[in-house]
């Protein structure tokens, strides 16, 4: 992972839904806060090694996302990257198949 991330450098965008997915997953899996924050600390700490833009989530963005979900029945989450991906570059980075559905999208393998 942290070779595509450091090949990637500043051409990587982290939408905010996918750090909002990165924390409520693993609370709905029964993770304590005190996991989910050390695992978002030491995230920000790789953030802090390789320069990231973050884009942030918008009005666009929620109504492309319930597009991708009613048309290629993207999951939630899945469908905010999507979406998020779509208003940037169309790249997703991802071994997720799921992502291939949206044939507008490009999927950058992470192995």
Known sequence: MLKILSEL????Y??????????????SRGRSLVQVRKALVSLEKIF??????????GIDTLLLHLELMEEYKLGYFDSLIASSAM?????????????DSARELKRVLIN
């Open 14 to 27: 982290v939408p905010g839904n996918a750090l909002l997915e990165f924390e409520v997953t693993p609370r």
């Open 87 to 99: 208003s940037i570059d169309y790249a997703v980075v991802s071994d997720e198949k799921v992502f």
């Open 48 to 57: 802090m090694i390789i320069v990231f833009a973050k884009y942030t989530l």
């Open 9 to 12: 450098g500043d051409k990587l």
